[in-house]
């Protein structure tokens, strides 16, 4: 008996969408046996991870608080991915839309007027987009390499962050510590919710989901991105260009990533601080392919994966185990997601070498 | 040339067969590529493997050469059983096989390139006579020391030809070997395979084009669906009839009336240059020529002479020509990408069907929608009009009976004859005022392509103008009503078909057409 992996007439449909719910089960499983090494009871920390979180109002409005920007950052992301236009730098323009927005606050003061919000958004948008567009000019250009171009683009970002934090823009009265001073109340975002952080952002990042939904399945655009990510030659010859699609797709995704950095600073977080994420724009290059590039998968995926941040802060806070225990949990779904897709185009079988009897039929492969 | 006679008839007294397969079967996921083929090949024998693209014939060369295995069945060589595990346990059992492709190294030299397919080649000295003299015998002239890149098509399968006759094998694979030959390098290749049936190897020789197995082959044997159909005597068929083998079916031949009333010029080409569209490709340059409504223009030429080149220029995919040089309806077309060109009446259907013509994981509607968003008017405000999109893909699945799954399954779900039926299809239902259309019916049943002609045939009678790129000197003599030569990234002058002789267009292909007459020809 030997095991071996044969290729899929075509790639298995309920695969597409089972991997994901497989991935996380083997998480899980996996997740068990860790605890259980380190001598902890895994249902009890499982509890602790996945449910304890949620189970009250604040639990489930903190979960959405978390959703938002992952949820912003992929759905932009997946529209890049699905051209094969691989943005790896959604935590720079996250950062930028941050800088953009919250310098806005800074500048406007006490007494902005109620177009500041708005403002700031369009700020947020426009300095995520730019710090996106850097990429797709050396990429359409020069044919560089977005991957490393966007990549190293974020560690330029912070670095600004940091710059501005430090220096120009620190706050006069807050005993040298690198912040700025916290925004007016004109340059937050409304909490919807009294008694929790819930604002205005996550209705907003559930619109830009189902936005992105119709644009991939209704918009001509979307279809252009679909055909230049399957199959580049037939775009060619069909007459879309290649290039403007590449601007597109860097634009909206790095807008959308900007967008989400402006909801943290004038959100949860008030002030530009020298950090202002956990990395939501690494992780949702994981929300985006768990939720398999499709926006509505993405909506499910944020919140799953927003939930194994709350996790990891309830199992130190409750059982004392590392705050890592958030970053082991993401890579292994990752890791596990990747490998279960070989399942969409293979199958697994089983074969014995006894039905080769006659004089041809091999036995080496 | 008389060879051909003296060779044995089957068995006759012969003793044991050469090679002898019995119930060989491989399935590849999803389909049966063969099933339970029986083939008995005989010293000195020239032996035709026929059938259309997918009948399974390279997956049965390939176990032969032992580069596939069999799920079942069994091999005898001369007599034994015996398994075959690679192609280098094969070429010690005395079997040779020339590729359709050909696996040279262009920087080195004939002998060198002899040295690298010999298991064991000796020292250079001793292999350059040697590459020599068995050239000379099979009338494979080479010179040893030439470097494989300044070679002709036809003299590079020289090369691998003599590469596999410097191990005096017993059996001889040729894979669509005339292919890439002229008409004139055909006849010299087939003098050779005579000469060595005649001195008792055997040949297997895989080819779909009729006249030239029945003029070379003493046996044959029909391939269709993976499964044997046919064992027949080729010089005792018509044509016709073999071709009845192969297809299962009976068909009709579409072919010009003749008579066609010339409109305007609708693709005007003048001095046209470009640079090579791909590393190694060739380059075209100053190409004129131009078709008329109404007609249907053919450039022949053997693969590699600039045809990508030249159809990339004039599909806009790679707009690199100086202003003027492609006039499409009469606006100047040069600086357009596809989208617009397709605006000004311009259709186009690509060699390559899949990854080219469609995008194979998505469905014919989707695919539909690639190429008629615009003349169809499938969008509205940015959006996809889906229902529109479907009934344009059901009118073209209807029109051109496109068989698989209808509108929602995906391209590559489709057999090659009915992808390339529904794209051109998609092509001819948006009443393009111009068409070119690259080797169209490459790798397409007998039924599909007789089909497609029709559809050519009738749309230029409607007043298009179609430039038809083929390799298949058959097809453009069948539909085209002028015929002009790719060579080299040079196009000959334009032939009126009826009044153009063969031997001429052949001559053009191998690059000779200005220094040699006609007559002169016939004496090679």
């Known amino acids: ?93 996250l950062t930028l839309g941050a800088i953009a927005g919250g310098g806005l606050a800074l500048w406007a003061g006490d007494d902005a007027g109620p177009w500041l919000l708005w403002a700031m958004m369009a700020a947020g948008l426009l300095g995520g987009g730019l710090w996106a567009a850097i990429p797709a ?92 990510g399957l199959t580049p030659a037939a775009a060619g010859f069909a007459g879309f260009s290649v290039r403007r699609l590449t601007w597109i797709t860097l634009l909206a995704g790095g807008a959308m990533a900007g967008l989400a950095g402006l909801f943290e600073v004038a959100g949860p977080i008030g002030q530009l601080l020298p950090s202002i994420s956990p990395g939501y724009g690494f ?83 | 040339m008389m060879v051909m006679d003296e060779t044995p008839e089957h068995g006759a007294g012969k003793g044991v067969p050469r090679l002898e397969l019995s119930g060989i079967s491989k399935r590849f996921p999803g389909c049966l590529a063969n099933d339970g083929v029986d083939l008995t090949l005989w010293p000195g024998e020239i032996h035709a493997l026929l059938g259309e693209n997918g009948a399974g014939k390279s997956t049965l060369v390939k176990i032969i050469y032992g580069v596939l295995k069999a799920d079942a069945g069994g091999l005898r060589w001369q007599g034994q059983p015996t398994t075959i595990n690679s192609p280098f346990q094969a070429r010690q059992l005395g079997i040779g ?28 000295a001793e292999l350059r006579p040697r590459v020599r003299e068995v050239g000379q015998r099979y009338g494979l002239e080479l010179e040893p020391d030439r470097v494989v890149h300044d070679l002709s098509v036809g003299e590079r399968q020289r090369v691998e030809i003599v590469r596999c006759l410097m191990q005096d094998p017993r059996l001889l694979i040729m894979d669509e070997p005339t292919s890439v030959l002229t008409p004139q390098e055909a006849e010299r290749l087939f003098e050779t395979l005579r000469r060595l049936a005649g001195e008792g190897c055997s040949i297997l020789y895989i080819s779909h084009k009729l006249e030239e197995i029945r003029a070379l082959c003493d046996a044959a044997t029909v391939m269709r669906g ?66 008329a409504a109404g007609e249907i223009l053919g450039i022949a030429g053997v ?82 009009l889906f229902g529109r999109t479907r009934d344009f893909a059901q009118r073209i699945v209807q029109s051109f009976q496109v068989v698989g799954g209808g509108v929602a399954a995906d391209a590559g779900s489709l057999s090659g004859g009915n992808l390339q039926k529904f794209i051109i299809g998609r092509e001819l239902l948006q009443n393009p005022g111009l068409l070119v259309v690259a080797h169209p019916t490459w790798g397409v049943d007998a039924g599909a392509a007789a089909a497609i002609h029709q559809a050519l045939l009738d749309l230029a009678r409607q007043g298009a103008a179609i430039l038809l790129v083929s390799q298949d000197l058959d097809e453009l003599l069948q539909i085209a009503d002028r015929i002009a030569v790719l060579s080299n990234g040079h196009l000959s002058q334009c032939f009126a078909t009826a009044e153009v002789e063969v031997e001429r267009i052949g001559l053009l292909m191998g690059g000779l057409g200005h220094a040699v007459q006609p007559d002169e020809s016939r004496a090679v």
């Not at chain 2, 194979?360 to 169809?376: C, H, I």
């Open chain 1, 283 to 365: 992780t949702a290059i994981i929300v985006a392919f768990l939720g398999r590039l499709h926006p509505l998968g993405i909506l499910i995926a944020g919140l799953f994966i927003a939930l194994s941040y709350l996790g990891g802060e309830t199992v130190q806070i409750t059982l004392g185990l590392p705050l890592a225990v958030s970053g082991v949990f993401q890579g292994m779904l990752l890791f596990f997601l990747l490998a279960a897709d070989v399942l969409v185009r293979y199958r697994p079988r089983w074969t014995t070498t006894t039905t080769a009897g006659a004089a041809v039929a091999g036995e080496a492969d």
């Open chain 2, 303 to 384: 693969a590699g002479n600039g045809q990508n080149t030249l159809l990339s220029a004039l599909s806009g995919e790679r707009s690199t020509a100086p202003a003027s040089a492609i006039r499409i309806n009469g606006h100047d077309a040069a600086g357009l990408g596809p989208r617009e060109r397709r605006r000004l009446g311009l259709a186009f259907v690509p060699e390559e069907r899949l990854g080219h013509g469609s995008v194979p994981e998505m469905s014919l509607a989707d695919n539909a929608l690639l190429t008629g968003y615009e003349r169809e008017g499938l969008l509205k405000t940015g959006q996809i």
């Open chain 1, 137 to 228: 000019y050396l990429k359409t250009r020069f044919n560089a390499n977005e991957i490393l171009t966007s990549l190293m683009l974020t560690y330029v970002a912070i670095l600004l962050l940091s710059y501005l934090v430090h220096g120009p823009w620190k706050d006069p009265d807050g005993y040298s510590f690198p912040q700025t001073r916290m925004f007016a109340d004109g340059g937050m975002l409304p909490v919807l919710l009294s008694g929790t952080r819930l604002h205005l952002g996550a209705p907003i990042a559930l619109l830009a989901a189902l936005a992105g939904w119709f644009v991939m399945s209704r918009m001509f655009i979307g279809f252009q991105i679909k055909v230049v």
């Open chain 2, 97 to 124: 096989m020339v590729f359709q492709h050909f696996s040279l190294f262009d920087s080195l030299t004939v002998a060198e390139n002899v040295a690298l397919g010999l298991d064991r080649a000796g020292s250079m």
């Open chain 1, 1 to 93: 008996m030997r095991f071996r992996l044969e290729a899929r007439e075509r790639p298995s449909r309920s695969l597409v969408y089972g991997t994901p719910v497989l991935a996380v089960a083997l998480t899980m499983a996996c997740g068990s046996v860790l605890f259980a090494a380190l001598g902890h009871n895994p249902l009890a920390v499982l509890h602790a991870f996945f449910i304890q979180p949620i189970d009250s109002l604040y639990g489930l409005a903190e979960l959405t608080v978390k959703a938002t920007p992952l949820v912003l950052c992929a759905v932009g992301l997946a529209l890049g991915f699905r051209a094969n236009i691989w943005n790896i730098g959604a935590e720079g323009q």
């Open chain 2, 226 to 291: 993976g499964r044997v159909v046919a064992a027949c005597d080729p010089r005792r068929e018509s044509a016709h009839g073999l071709a009845r083998l192969m297809i299962g079916e009976d068909f009709a031949t579409a072919s010009r009336d003749g008579g066609v009333e010339l409109g305007e010029a609708r693709l005007v080409v003048g001095g046209l240059s470009a640079p090579a569209a791909v590393p190694h490709g060739m380059p075209i340059d100053d190409i004129s020529f131009q078709v």
